[in-house]
């Protein structure tokens, strides 16, 4: 019988060596990697605000498939709010990173008092951000679609985590996990819950920036701008 593990393929790098140059060209990149796979139609590409986005525009470009976004947000450490210690979506999605929550157990106001107060905080940014990134266009509906879930890079892998749970409440019939690099860590949390990944760099020494020649801030303006550009229908045949 085959393992729920091993039928979830991975492609990985065992040696990460490479730096790309841009957001851009990590999309390229993982494009290809996509284009390799027997991906099941219809599909959207959803990218998570706000680096992931700039990745999934050239991934949903190559493949001429919808380009959609999926806000989640990370949970910050009180006081340290670059660690993260969770993540949240919609709806009503909440990830707790096990790692960091094992460390804190002794203190139970970081535990739970204070790891709510910041999940709260972080839902109202997370509001605006669906709200400014939807415009007037409806919820999110994956009924029948994959799902290919773009982040720019996987630290923790909690904000994928909370992208894959909010995809399964959104009815995705297929998950599909694509980031240019990602720790193993993030690797293993995510290929747990996801039909498939796909990530090209897993190196032990980690931070995403450290990975891009390019690691500019993008607003959301140019989340907006690359949104409007890649909108549309989902493809009926396969990508080319």
């Known amino acids: ?41 219809p599909v959207v590409v959803l990218g998570i605000p706000r680096g ?19 806000v989640v947000r990370k949970v910050g450490m009180p006081g340290q709010p670059e660690v993260a210690i969770g993540a949240i979506g919609q709806p009503n999605i909440l990830v707790r990173e096990p790692r960091v929550a094992d460390e804190l157990s002794e203190y139970d ?11 709260s905080e972080e839902r109202r940014e997370l509001d605006r951000r669906e709200q400014l990134y939807r415009r007037s266009l409806p919820p999110l509906d994956l009924s029948g679609k994959t799902a290919i879930l773009v982040d720019d890079g996987l630290a923790t892998g909690s ?37 498939e990944t796909v990530l090209l760099e897993t190196p032990q020494l980690f931070a995403v920036g450290q990975w891009y020649g390019e690691f500019e801030q993008l ?20 990508p080319g």
């Open 219 to 238: 607003d959301d303006q140019e989340v907006c701008r690359l949104l409007a550009l890649g909108r549309g229908p989902p493809v009926t045949e396969t």
């Open 52 to 70: 992931g986005v700039a990745v999934a525009a050239p991934v949903a470009k190559a493949l001429r498939a919808a380009l959609d976004v999926i």
């Open 1 to 41: 019988m085959q393992s729920r593990q091993s039928s979830r393929p991975v492609l990985t790098g065992a040696i990460a060596a490479r730096v790309f140059a841009s957001r851009t060209a990590a999309g390229m990149d993982l494009a290809r990697a996509l284009r390799r796979r027997r991906l099941r139609l």
């Open 159 to 195: 904000t994928m985590l909370a992208a894959i749970r909010a995809a399964r409440a959104a009815k995705a019939a297929r998950i599909v996990v694509a980031a240019p690099v990602a720790s193993p860590h993030a690797a293993a949390l995510v290929a747990a819950e996801a039909d």
């Open 109 to 119: 106001d970081l535990h739970d008092t204070a790891f709510e107060r910041a999940a």
